[in-house]
């Protein structure tokens, strides 16, 4: 019993810590579940039960035999001898009660508890009721029954404190296994953490590795007779699109002196007012007018030119443009615009083309490289997050075993300690 009282009575560690391992918890555990000290401690408070109820039996046969004073005035006599019997009725169905049960396990003592408590309360109850008329007749016999009443009440006090330490070493021993579980399979989770983040690192520098293989090789090509035929074609190809611009900008100009003639003879055009036989070039020319093919640009100028008197223009305002749209025609100015435009543009084309040809190895490589990085960025935070992971898990079966080393050390009477690397 020496280990129960330290348990519950705060005795202090008199004997060397207690290192288990982990494997050793469930085996330590039964060992300390044993439950032979209760069992012990059970059967003196029965056989004190025992003798209190043969004392009290005894109690009841001399009240029941007493005979009263034969001066007890009538009245009295009456009621002490009722009382008298009331309470013999009453102790007697208590005296039943306290035969011990057959288990010595934690639920046949707590029921056995139960029915004495509840058995003595209602028999004290109808005894203070009843006491106070037979103790006048059997002053005695009632003392001495009320001396055995608070003995059981003190064995029954004792045997309650027997029950609780007993369940709450069976509360530690219930608690100590379920940290002993959790920390197993904390344990088992974190070594497979740990071989995910292994591999997950394994994979990270990989891939790092692999990226910078990858920007060295675009390095090479860049600085390489590859990379500067691109720059050149990139050069060139930038310039020919300015060039491709101003004949752009030359074209609209070209054009901006016939807008308001474009613009009268399309609204006339669409009103019917005229049969026009190159509407959709008067469109284009007004929005449009890189794509206007050259053949059909002289024959649009001559049909403008053959309209203008009808257009309703000013007489300077047409002079103007009937002298723009003759020049036009002489010079044959936006045919040689729309030619330098058409000769730019495929000149370009053809060199996007031929830039697309030598820049494939890059953008390869490019392409690579930004699925690699995207690769990488993934494969960084699933690391992050199984460190993140490693960590909480750890936190926690650190804790738990913290509380299973506090739940031990109250089972064994003094220190014991979880050694997780054993």
Not at 185 to 211: C, F, P, V, Y
Not at 287 to 305: F, Y
Not at 349 to 370: A, G, N
Request: with cysteine; charged share 35%.
């Amino acid at each position: 019993m020496k280990w129960l009282k330290g348990i519950f009575h705060g005795k202090k560690d008199s004997g060397n810590a207690e290192t288990l391992a982990l494997s050793e918890i469930y085996s330590w555990l039964k060992v300390h579940s044993e439950p032979s000290g209760f069992e012990d401690r059970l059967q003196d408070i029965y056989l004190s039960i025992e003798e209190a109820a043969r004392a009290l039996a005894g109690d009841l046969r001399a009240l029941g035999s007493a005979e009263p004073n034969s001066t007890t005035p009538p009245k009295l006599l009456r009621a002490g001898l009722a009382a008298r019997g009331e309470v013999v009725k009453q102790m007697e169905a208590l005296v039943e009660r306290m035969d011990p049960p057959r288990g010595r396990d934690i639920e046949s003592a707590s029921d056995h508890h139960w029915a004495m408590v509840k058995g003595l309360e209602r028999t004290i109850t109808t005894f203070g009721r009843a006491q106070r008329y037979a103790a006048a007749l059997f002053p005695k016999e009632i003392e001495s029954i009320n001396v055995e009443l608070s003995r059981i009440s003190r064995l029954l006090v004792e045997l309650e404190d027997v029950i609780g330490q007993w369940r709450a070493e069976l509360e530690e021993i219930w608690y100590a296994r379920e940290l002993a579980d959790s920390i197993n399979k904390d344990l088992s989770l974190i070594a497979d953490l740990k071989e995910r983040a292994k591999a997950e690192e394994e994979n990270l520098s990989g891939l790092l590795a692999s990226m910078a293989r990858m920007e060295e090789e675009q390095k090479r090509l860049a600085e390489g007779p590859e990379g500067k035929r691109i720059e050149e074609l990139k050069k060139d190809i930038e310039q020919k699109r300015e060039h491709l611009r101003q004949a752009e900008a030359e074209m609209a100009n070209l054009i901006s002196p016939l807008n308001k003639a474009l613009g009268r003879i399309r609204k006339q055009g669409s009103s019917d007012r005229l049969i026009l036989q190159h509407a959709k070039v008067f469109e284009m020319l007004l929005t449009a007018p890189s794509k206007v093919a050259d053949k059909d640009i002289a024959g649009s100028l001559q049909e403008l030119r053959s309209h203008l008197a009808s257009l309703g223009l000013k007489d300077r305002k047409k002079e103007k443009t009937l002298d723009h749209i003759d020049l036009l025609i002489t010079n044959r100015s936006l045919e040689k615009a729309r030619s330098r435009q058409a000769a730019l543009e495929k000149a370009i084309e053809e060199q996007d083309k031929l830039l697309s040809e030598c820049s494939r190895d890059l953008l390869q490589l490019k392409e690579q490289l930004s699925r690699t990085k995207k690769s990488l960025q993934r494969t960084k935070a699933s690391v992050d997050e199984s460190h993140q992971s490693l960590r909480s898990i750890q936190e926690k079966a650190d804790q738990d075993t913290s509380e299973l080393n506090g739940r031990l050390t109250r089972l064994s009477g003094k220190t014991v300690k979880v050694d997780l690397s054993r």
